[in-house]
């Protein structure tokens, strides 16, 4: 069954990130996506995280569709204009890539190359209104296409901001009037501290797929809650993992608990993101 499918049916979906390489070594993030083949529904590939230059998401997309598996093609604002956004939509839609994510971009300042340019031509939500024009079978000028895609689409929803319910709530509407079918939160790391912002949400029909972060060490949990504002981590958590015997295998236990945590909730799906973890993903999506 297909990640849309699963959307639409209710069911539980399970969507991994996986980063493309800074290369053209593509061994490892093949290798890393065929060992966990079967097991997801999608492999989300970003487009260049944190605005440090890696191979495009559209060619890890297609990468990984070579070897059967379904992808989630991110779609960023930041790096290309309405002319360039539309074509590398409709260049995915020919190739059978189908779902698709919006997403703003970092600015480049926090990534490896500083002095590059952002574009910033269209925001996420203007992004997200060309692809259902797109999908209406014209392009941003009015001009009838020679055959019209069809994307299951994306959003991100900060989750995190508790200070800033509302303002969040009416970005919310305004993508759900944009067409957008499911949304992805920021790490995960305490259910009740996402519970206390999904309350809010009221009768509106949202597919939310909350992300579980990967924790490799004491040190990352620390500077998560330090310098992540809209990302709750949880004293106890941090106190767990510096105790623990194994600790490598207490923040395996960690994620594995948050998944089953989301999924008993009722939430729509997971994503995970490994961040340098992806061989412990079969032993994660085992158990």
Same mark, same amino acid.
């Given at each position: 069954?297909?990640?849309?499918?699963?959307?639409?049916?209710?069911?539980?979906?399970?969507?991994?990130?996986?980063?493309?390489?800074?290369?053209?070594?593509?061994?490892?993030?093949?290798?890393?996506?065929?060992?966990?083949?079967?097991?997801?529904?999608?492999?989300?590939?970003?487009?260049?995280?944190?605005?440090?230059?890696?191979?495009?998401?559209?060619?890890?997309?297609?990468?990984?569709?070579?070897?059967?598996?379904?992808?989630?093609?991110?779609?960023?604002?930041?790096?290309?204009?309405?002319?360039?956004?539309?074509?590398?939509?409709?260049?995915?839609?020919?190739?059978?890539?189908?779902?698709?994510?919006?997403?703003?971009?970092?600015?480049?300042?926090?990534?490896?190359?500083?002095?590059?340019?952002?574009?910033?031509?269209?925001?996420?939500?203007?992004?997200?209104?060309?692809?259902?024009?797109?999908?209406?079978?014209?392009?941003?000028?009015?001009?009838?296409?020679?055959?019209?895609?069809?994307?299951?689409?994306?959003?991100?929803?900060?989750?995190?901001?508790?200070?800033?319910?509302?303002?969040?709530?009416?970005? /919310?509407?305004?993508?759900?009037? #944009?067409? *957008?079918?499911?949304?992805?939160?920021?790490? !995960?790391?305490?259910? %009740? &501290? @996402?519970?206390?912002?999904?309350?809010?949400?009221?009768?509106?029909?949202?597919?939310?797929?909350?992300?579980?972060?990967? /924790?490799?060490?004491?040190?990352? #949990?620390? *500077?998560?809650?330090?310098?992540?504002?809209? !990302?709750?981590?949880? %004293? &106890? @958590?941090?106190?767990?993992?510096?105790?623990?015997?194994?600790?490598?295998?207490?923040?395996?236990?960690?994620?594995?608990? /948050?998944?089953?945590?989301?999924? #008993?909730?009722?939430?729509?799906?997971?994503?995970?993101?490994?961040?340098?973890?992806?061989?412990?993903?079969?032993?994660?999506?085992?158990?």
């Amino acid at each position: 069954m297909s990640f849309a499918q699963k959307l639409a049916d209710g069911q539980f979906a399970t969507l991994v990130e996986l980063e493309p390489p800074k290369g053209v070594e593509v061994g490892a993030f093949v290798g890393h996506a065929q060992r966990i083949k079967g097991k997801v529904d999608a492999v989300v590939v970003p487009e260049m995280a944190n605005a440090v230059m890696k191979l495009s998401s559209l060619g890890g997309c297609m990468l990984l569709a070579g070897k059967g598996l379904e992808t989630v093609l991110q779609v960023c604002c930041r790096d290309r204009n309405r002319l360039a956004l539309q074509a590398d939509l409709l260049a995915a839609a020919s190739l059978g890539i189908t779902n698709v994510m919006a997403v703003e971009g970092e600015a480049p300042s926090y990534g490896d190359h500083h002095k590059a340019r952002a574009v910033y031509d269209l925001d996420e939500l203007e992004l997200m209104q060309v692809i259902a024009k797109l999908c209406a079978g014209k392009d941003m000028a009015g001009v009838e296409l020679e055959g019209a895609p069809s994307f299951t689409v994306g959003a991100t929803l900060n989750t995190g901001a508790l200070g800033t319910v509302q303002q969040e709530l009416a970005e /919310l509407d305004k993508k759900l009037a #944009a067409g *957008a079918q499911y949304f992805l939160t920021p790490p !995960v790391f305490d259910l %009740d &501290s @996402l519970a206390a912002f999904t309350k809010h949400l009221g009768d509106r029909e949202v597919k939310l797929i909350p992300n579980v972060l990967l /924790l490799k060490s004491v040190g990352m #949990a620390r *500077a998560i809650g330090r310098h992540l504002k809209h !990302v709750h981590m949880p %004293d &106890s @958590l941090i106190g767990r993992v510096k105790d623990a015997p194994d600790r490598v295998r207490e923040c395996v236990l960690i994620a594995q608990e /948050l998944i089953a945590g989301i999924k #008993a909730a009722g939430y729509s799906g997971v994503m995970i993101s490994p961040l340098g973890w992806e061989d412990r993903l079969p032993q994660i999506l085992g158990a």
